[in-house]
T-cell receptor, first 113, second 114 residues
Framework: DQQVKQNSPSLSVQEGRISILNCDYT??????FLWYKKYPAEGPTFLIS?????DKNEDGRFTVFLNKSAKHLSLHIVPSQPGDSAVYFC????????????FGGGTRLMVKP | GAGVSQSPSNKVTEKGKDVELRCDPI?????LYWYRQSLGQGLEFLIY????????KSGLPSDRFSAERTGGSVSTLTIQRTQQEDSAVYLC????????????FGSGTRLTVV
């Protein structure tokens, strides 16, 4: 049973346009959500997070939106750059569960120059 | 150390052999995790160590897989009698027990079973 799902395995976007990566979850106990970015031959690196008490968190070109009623979060990248091309994983945790993260399957973003 | 260190970075082994993968977490991080990423797949949880507590082994795919963490620091993931389906990138991560910044991952060990 996949508790965190990223239904789009890949996404292609033109440089300068917006990239929107989506993530759905089923466990209503999740209250902390993160996005990780992974380049080939490297480990995932933390990108941005959001607590369930918020519905939006912004950091430069990256914004994460959380819709608790729909159990849905999304990552917006504006404007997209070729260097953003990577695999993006969303992850979720229950704060009291010792930081155990459950990851989605990832979405490969390709930003074309 | 400054980051999570994994060794070896690449390992090619023959089917049926045993392999050991090593992870050095960030100093002071009490939580340590092993994940793997098979070709075209997401991050699959394997095992989780938290301080001196009994590890959460619920993600280990078979009894050929085992892991230990000595002295609350270095961890070794052992795969016995490797099979071709074990081929994957094995990722280790560590975190503070109550931090909210998520995990810090190592670069992984790419295991190829031939």
């Amino acid at each position: 049973d996949q508790q965190v799902k990223q239904n789009s395995p890949s996404l292609s976007v033109q440089e300068g346009r917006i990239s929107i990566l989506n993530c759905d979850y089923t466990n209503s106990m999740f209250d902390y959500f993160l996005w990780y970015k992974k380049y080939p031959a490297e480990g995932p690196t933390f990108l941005i997070s959001i607590s369930s008490i918020k519905d939006k968190n912004e950091d430069g070109r990256f914004t994460v939106f959380l819709n608790k009623s729909a159990k849905h979060l999304s990552l917006h990248i504006v404007p997209s750059q070729p260097g953003d091309s990577a695999v993006y994983f969303c992850a979720a945790s229950v704060n009291n569960a010792g930081n155990m993260l459950t990851f989605g399957g990832g979405t490969r973003l390709m930003v074309k120059p | 150390g400054a980051g999570v260190s994994q060794s070896p970075s690449n390992k090619v082994t023959e089917k049926g052999k045993d392999v050991e993968l090593r992870c050095d977490p960030i100093s002071g991080h009490t939580a340590l995790y092993w994940y793997r990423q098979s070709l075209g797949q997401g991050l699959e949880f394997l095992i989780y160590f938290q301080g001196n507590s009994a590890p959460d082994k619920s993600g280990l795919p078979s009894d050929r897989f085992s892991a230990e963490r000595t002295g609350g620091s270095v961890s070794t993931l052992t795969i016995q009698r490797t099979q071709q389906e074990d081929s994957a990138v094995y990722l280790c991560a560590s975190s503070l027990a109550r931090g909210l910044g998520g995990y810090t991952f190592g670069s992984g060990t790419r295991l190829t079973v031939v």
